[in-house]
């Protein structure tokens, strides 16, 4: 089936009419471009990532418009002057094309390409594919109002039971430490795993691009073409961090098995208080370790600031933690040769360490100012990052490691239950939104430019 014909280009509030010229800028003020400035815009929205921040090379733009005639840079530096201008925000405005010293112009917005013969707002929102629409009496204004009901209520309520059987058969087999720690573990993969399950088959809430102008107005778009540009990022980056999310779950599965199997064993067969096996302890990093990254993973998503040009290497990324965590390892041994139990306790030390520097992480980016969560429920959630690093603590002394197990299992559960509110909710959507505004190259040129203000 032929394609319709290119009707409008948009990109953030701004479209263009390659058919007659006109550029609307966010005011809906309608501009004709002269043939240069539209030609240069023209192939950069063609060839632009439909997420923006394609870089170009000058050359790249100089053969695609000029052809082999000899032009030089200076005069397409003025074209792109012009073409900003054009956009009513100052020839040296950088929020659409920014200059690259030495390398070229970064477009920098979203591009969302129009077909057909109808007005571009109609077009946008009949071609959209069918999405579910979202009601906000849908969910609570409050995370509290939603655990009680309006949302919540039903998961709420089955792991607030199953959490409860599990704490309150470890407490009964208290006296038997390892049984109890059994327990606990057990009732920890189980119920993990069933919210593994729950978020895969509950998908969070998408936009609902059939709104109208004064809809997205009240949440802070400058028109509905602006909106339904920005919607295609926004919702990547949702989904994105929706399955690094559910890996997470899945990832502390292994890990309470491994916990369920080495305590059942040594209570099984008498084994000593205090003993491990060295099978059990390499198991339990390496979970830890998988588990970790994939907390990276979802703090990565929460923490990238779109149009930013950051880069991380061995040095300066989530590698360089545990780089120096291990070089502590001759500092703990006194520079000493370890034995093999003493190897796998430093390292399971320092890798519960590296976990819980992550979760720390993690939790900071979902107390967001964007997001608002109340103080208790901060502290709350900041007190399971103490938890990541006890894990040598669970191996050695089994008195008390069934009542850790079960704090945890608690405070994993008022996680997922709060991450669950915020996909469902469209807070977390809102974060990205806000992050995308807030933090781009902008921000540093205005962070460079301030520090010349101290005298």
Wanted: overall charge neutral.
């Amino acid at each position: 089936m032929e394609q319709d014909p290119l009707k409008n280009y948009v990109f953030g509030p701004f479209r263009l009419d390659p058919g007659k010229g006109y550029l609307y800028r966010e005011s809906g003020e309608q501009v004709e471009l002269t043939a240069t400035p539209r030609a240069i815009l023209e192939y950069m929205l063609a060839n632009t990532h439909d997420e923006g921040g394609t870089l170009f090379k000058r050359e790249q733009v100089i053969d695609a418009v000029w052809g082999d005639a000899a032009i030089e840079t200076a005069t397409l530096d003025k074209h792109i002057a012009a073409l900003r201008d054009a956009f009513g925000r100052g020839k040296g405005d950088q929020s659409v094309i920014e200059t690259k010293h030495r390398e070229g112009y970064r477009f920098k917005l979203p591009v969302q390409r129009i077909y057909g013969d109808a007005p571009a707002q109609s077009v946008s929102v009949a071609k959209a594919r069918p999405r579910e629409v979202f009601h906000p009496s849908d969910v609570a204004d409050t995370f509290g109002l939603w655990l009680l009901g309006r949302g919540g209520g039903t998961i709420s309520l089955v792991i607030l039971v199953l959490v409860s059987i599990t704490v309150a058969t470890s407490i009964y087999y208290r006296t038997s430490p390892r049984l109890a720690q059994t327990v606990a573990s057990i009732g920890q993969c189980a119920i993990i795993f069933l919210l593994f399950l729950h978020s895969l088959r509950n998908a969070p809430k998408a936009l609902s691009l059939n709104k109208s102008e004064a809809e997205v107005a009240a949440a802070g778009y400058n028109s509905v073409e602006e909106y339904v540009a920005e919607e295609p990022f926004l919702e990547k980056r949702l989904r994105l961090f929706s399955r690094w999310w559910s890996l997470m779950l899945a990832s502390w599965v292994p890990l309470y098995i491994v916990f369920a199997w080495e305590t059942w064993e040594t209570w099984r067969l008498g084994g000593e208080a205090n003993k491990i096996s060295p099978q059990a302890s390499i198991l339990e990093a390496a979970f830890n370790i998988l588990n970790t990254a994939m907390v990276i993973l979802c703090y990565n998503v929460l923490n990238q600031e779109p149009g930013r040009e950051r880069t991380s290497g061995v040095f300066t990324g989530p590698a360089a933690i545990g780089i120096a965590l291990i070089a502590l390892i001759p500092l703990l041994s006194g520079s000493r040769p370890l034995t093999a139990d003493e190897g796998l306790a430093a390292f399971t030390l320092l890798t519960g360490l590296y976990a819980g520097i992550y979760m720390a992480l993690f939790v900071a980016r979902l107390q967001s100012k964007f997001l608002d969560p109340a103080p208790l429920l901060v502290v709350l959630l900041f007190s399971y990052t103490a938890i990541q690093p006890l894990a040598l603590y669970i191996q050695t002394y089994k008195d008390w490691a069934w009542a850790v197990l079960d704090y945890a299992l608690v405070l994993k559960c008022l996680l997922y239950l709060y991450v669950l509110w915020l996909l469902q909710g469209g807070d977390l959507l809102f974060y990205f939104r806000e992050v995308k505004r807030a933090y781009d190259d902008r921000l540093d040129q205005r962070r460079r430019a301030h520090r010349r203000l101290i005298s």
